[in-house]
Each structure stands twice: as C-alpha cells, then as structure tokens.
C-alpha cells in the first residue's frame, strides 16, 4: 500500500472514532511545501465552485496577488460559478455540461437532458483564448455531501480532471501549473441561528479534503489544505468567518485570500501597502466588468436559444468592446500599484464602437405610438361598474419611476417600487446600471404621492423584491440580496450577498416576483431556458427550467419545487397561507386545483375597504391582450 493512501485510510480511522485532532495534525503535517512558480505576464485563472465564485464580490485575493507581485503584470481570471465539480460545469447557452472528454461517467445522475441550446464557449475554449499559465482549481465542497458514499466516485472525476488537464497547452507553448483547493471546514453557527452545527459536514469535508491531497500526490501537483486552517480559526469562536456556515462573509474573504496566496505562490510582503484601496477598486471595477463577459446578463440573446434572428447583427460587436474594456481595467489595476488613476471614459471612448441597432418596427400609417400620461392614460380606461381607478404617482412627477417593475406596501402604508430603466441588460459603453428600489409616500393624504425616497440605486434588474423585519431581499441577477438600512435614514447602507448560482441567462425568466408567505419565507418564480446551481448549508439545490424558489430566512434554507410551468410571473397567498401563480404563457391562474384566465402578468389577493366585498380577499389576476 502506498504511503499517501496509508495515511488517508488512517485519517479516516481517527476520524472515525473522534480523534479529530489526531487526523488533521496527520492532515497539516504531509503538506506539501512546494508552491507554484510565478513568472512575468502570468495568466492565472481560477475555476471551481462558489467558494471561488464568490472570491468576485470581494476581491481580497487579486489585490493582494497583484501588491505582492507589482512588476509582473498579472493577468487574473475567475472562471468559478456556483455547483461546479471537477466534470460538471453546465451552462445554459452550451448544451454539454461535460468540462472534459469522459466527465459523463462520473455525474451521471446528471446526465439528464434539460434541452440547453447555444454556442456558449466550454471551459476548454474559455482557458485557451485566456492562455492558462495557471489554474487554481476550488472543489470538494459541493461533492462532499454525498458523504462517505461518494468519496471515491470523487477521487476518480477529480483525477480524471488532473490528468487532462496536466496534457493541455492552453497558452500554446507549455501544459499549465496546477492548484487543487480543498473546501473550507463548516462553521457552527447554531447558537445564533436556526443552522446545521457542522459536525455531519466537517466529517464529510475531512473526507473528501483527503481525497484531494491524495489525488494531488498521486498527480504530483500542488495541493492547498483550506480544511484545517479554517477549522481551528472556527473552534476558536472569537469571530463569525460565514454567513451561513458554509459561506464566507468579509473576513472570512480577507483571512481566505491570505492563505491562499501564501500556500500557492509562497509567502510574500507587500511593498507599497499604501496603494491598496486604489488596487482594491481596480480589481472591483475589472471583475464587474468581467462578470458582464463570462456570466452576461440575458446571454441568451448574444450566444443561447435567442440568438436567431437578431443576436448575429446585434451582439457580435458588444462582446468585443466588454472584452476591450476588461483589457483596460487590466492596465488600470497595473497603474493603481503605481499610484496612479486611469481616465476609463477615455479609454473607453477607444473601443470598438457599436453599430445602430435598427428598429423592427413598421408604422401602420395611420398614428404615431406615443406613451400616455396622467390624465390622458386615465381616460383610456374602461372600468366595470362600482371600480374607479386614480393616479397614486407618475414618471411625470417622479422622473426615477421609469420601468416600474413590482410595488409592495409597507406596514406604514408607504408604497415601494421596484425599476428598472436597463431591462432587458446593459449594453456595454452606457452608464453603468442605476435601476432602483423607490418609496412613495402621501404625506398629506390626498390620495397621491408627494414625498419620493430612494431606498437603494446602481441595481440591475431587480425583477423581485420584498420587504422583511431584517431588511429588503432583492433578485439581482445571478445573486439573491439582503438590503439593510442600518441607521434609519430610509436608505440601504448594507449589502449582503445571501445566495449566489442563479441564473440569468435570460433575464425575463430570471428568479423573480418575490412573495413572502405566512411563515415570512420568501418565494420566487423563475422560467424556462435556465439552469441554476446554488450552493447552501443543506447542499447544492439544482434547477432547470421552470418552477418555484422557496427562501426560509430563518434557517437560511432554498427549496425548488419544479413545476411544468414556462414563465411563472406572481405569487399570492391566501389566508390560509395556500398559494396561487400565474404565469405569461398559457391558461394559468393555478392553485392545486382547477382554474383558468388567459393570459397574464401579474397576480395578488387584494383586501382593503375601498374593493366591493365579493372582490376583497380573493385572487386578481392581470390581463393582457396584447404580447408586447
């Protein structure tokens, strides 16, 4: 028996028996010592699941990368998404979810067909136009909840990915250096929150941590213990390192890409330290703009099911010019270590420039379409007998009520609306998105708006929203978010990233319509051509097509309920805490029983005085009589 599996099959012994001490010293003590060798113009790039995915939002780990290396002009992507293992990395706009040759016979409860179309690049394509230099690959945390079970379907996929990956030349001269990163132990966070406390998963995270390093020695490439490390700094319960247990928050990020650093390129000072907000912002503003590339919003149209007939005119030279501006934060982050700010518009103003994107649509001759106001509008309604309608706020008065995407009310009677000018995505050039969630209120009671407050701006799409004691949940893209206002001023001054993996592929399906039910948990509607792969403290919750979120804020639990539904678009409850959907393309106001109006956008149960009795309580649903 070879001395790595030796050492494994003891680990898991102690492991087994409690001697939890004893497996990671065993663990910590075969480290390997080697790190990677780093040379001038590097293309480093980073693959795996959330737990590199979610290294975007903050940033820590390339700012620290490029203070401790200033001369080397560091080229760093992140290639991460939520679900991802080793062989399966599906994308809605490719219809193979396979990374490499073989992968199929590994997940093949995956193997299904959920009909995904398009000629999204796979990641072979992706590191080979980025010239691999190195990649930094994070796994194990997804796999490892199929426990001990699944451990050695693990090994074979993660070595079957090593072993292709170390016959590639992506950058077209030499095959790249690789990194394996374990997962993160699980953080207890059971005394504060309704959460797992761990035990059951850090036994299966040890297990499938040494699984990777006995894969890593068996390949002789580097391997990266993040197990352990993150495992004493959460016996120690001084701090809170997650949001959830599973997920690191700010300074888990912050201690993450530290160690990160120094276990792959070796320990390092920084020169010029006071240089690092400026890198920092520089490193935020070009993995924005990356994310706009690699994870773009409404790709559906640009390479997925949508392409026809208007994606070959439109989209080929939008792609282009997001990619020339990512080149030119790349430059920005260099001049940053330097001190020095770069001029983006000018830059930008270099780039390719856009064609006209012509209208397709044909005057009838007999009038010019305009969009009606106030007064005018309400004219132009016919209403059954006992119904008025009114004027509570216009884009007249209030110029930010542009797009109104949903409206809630508050216990406070203060209206809130959610818009968004930037439907269906950003096109790249333009300002960066500014959509917003609004609150109108009638100060005077006169029946009509007359105090606007911003509750939070530089949104994209936020197509769902509601409200909750501990904040407002918000879709925004491939993330779903907690706005807080932490000082009462009516704005949100806090930002939490609670779940990451949505997809956006097409955002007119995206996760949406957002309804809190009795309990307080919050549903979501998302439709067809998507597939999202979000991780959680539960494990990772995986959806194709259409169907419905469920978001227990307590537990910090997501559920999907697949439904054969394309485009579900409202949610209502009942008193009874029984709930009801409509969706845009068939015959559905559903319930769990019989019932038909078609078609429609929206759906709520309406109770106030001002409603005739037999119209109060009961489900409405909003037609439409024309699509678009």
Request: proline residues 7%; charged residues 25%.
């Amino acid at each position: 028996m070879k001395k790595t599996e030796l050492r494994s099959n003891v680990a898991k012994l102690f492991a087994a028996f409690g001697f939890l001490p004893i497996a990671l010293c065993l663990l910590q003590c075969t480290h390997r010592h080697a790190t990677l060798k780093l040379k001038k113009d590097a293309h480093i790039m980073l693959i795996g699941n959330n737990l590199g995915s979610r290294m975007m939002n903050y940033g820590y780990f390339e700012t620290e990368m490029q203070l401790r290396y200033p001369d080397s002009l560091l080229y760093i992507r992140n290639m991460s998404d939520g679900g991802n293992t080793p062989g399966f990395r599906p994308h809605s706009g490719r219809p193979s979810p396979w990374a490499f040759p073989g992968a199929e016979q590994f997940q093949t409860e995956q193997a299904n067909d959920p009909d995904m179309q398009g000629h999204f690049e796979t990641p072979e394509q992706w590191l080979t136009r980025h010239r691999a230099d190195i990649i930094i690959a994070f796994f194990g945390s997804v796999e490892s909840f199929d426990g001990p079970e699944g451990v050695q379907r693990y090994k074979d996929e993660l070595d079957a990915f090593v072993k292709y990956t170390l016959q590639q030349r992506y950058n077209g001269v030499s095959t790249p250096q690789l990194a394996l990163v374990s997962p993160i132990a699980f953080e207890d966070l059971s005394a504060k929150y309704d959460l797992p406390n761990g035990k059951r998963e850090n036994d299966n995270l040890l297990l499938y941590t040494q699984a990777m390093k006995a894969v890593a020695d068996s390949n002789q490439v580097l391997f990266v213990d993040m197990y352990t490390p993150f495992k004493k700094l959460f016996d120690k319960g001084n701090r809170q390192w997650t949001i959830d247990g599973l997920q690191l928050n700010d300074e888990g990020y912050k201690k993450f890409s530290l160690l990160l650093a120094d276990a792959v390129f070796g320990k390092k000072k920084v020169k010029y330290d006071s240089h690092r907000a400026l890198v920092h912002a520089a490193v935020m503003e070009k993995n924005w703009m990356w994310h706009k590339d690699f994870k773009m919003p409404n790709g559906v149209q640009a390479y997925g099911r949508r392409y026809d007939p208007f994606g070959p005119d439109n989209y080929p030279a939008e792609i282009a010019k997001i990619r020339e501006m990512t080149a030119i934060r790349d430059e920005a982050i260099w001049k940053a270590l330097k001190g020095e700010r770069m001029n983006l518009d000018s830059a930008d103003a270099l780039t390719t420039q856009l064609p006209e994107v012509k209208t397709n649509y044909v005057p009838n001759g007999k009038d010019v379409p305009r969009y009606l106001y106030g007064e005018e509008a309400l004219s132009k309604f016919r209403m059954a007998p006992g119904y008025e309608i009114e004027l509570f706020a216009s884009e007249e008065e209030f110029p930010d009520l542009e797009k109104p995407m949903q409206l809630s009310f508050d216990n406070r009677g203060r209206l809130w609306v959610a818009t968004m000018p930037t439907y269906p995505h950003w096109k790249p050039g333009d300002p960066k998105p500014n959509d917003k969630i609004l609150i109108f209120e009638d100060t005077d009671n006169d029946g009509k708006a007359d105090k606007q407050t911003i509750f939070a701006d530089s949104l994209h799409l936020p197509v769902g929203f509601e409200l909750a004691p501990e904040g407002v949940y918000v879709s925004q893209g491939t993330d779903f978010v907690l706005l807080k206002d932490t000082d009462g001023d009516g704005k949100a001054d806090k930002k939490e990233v609670l779940l990451s993996g949505f997809d956006d592929h097409d955002t007119h399906h995206a996760h949406h319509a957002y309804t809190a039910d009795p309990s307080g948990a919050i549903y979501m509607g998302t439709g067809v051509f998507l597939a999202s792969d979000i991780e959680t403290p539960y494990g990772t919750v995986r959806t194709t097509n259409g169907g419905f979120f469920r978001y227990d804020p307590n537990r910090r639990k997501l559920e999907f309920a697949q439904l054969s539904v394309p485009n579900p678009w409202g949610i209502a409850f009942d008193d009874w805490g029984q709930n009801f959907y409509a969706e845009t393309s068939g015959p559905a106001v559903s319930w769990m029983m019989p019932g038909t109006v078609k078609p429609i956008y929206g759906i709520f149960t309406p109770k106030s005085r001002n409603l005739v009795e037999e119209a109060s309580g009961y489900p409405a649903a909003c037609r439409w009589a024309h699509r678009r």
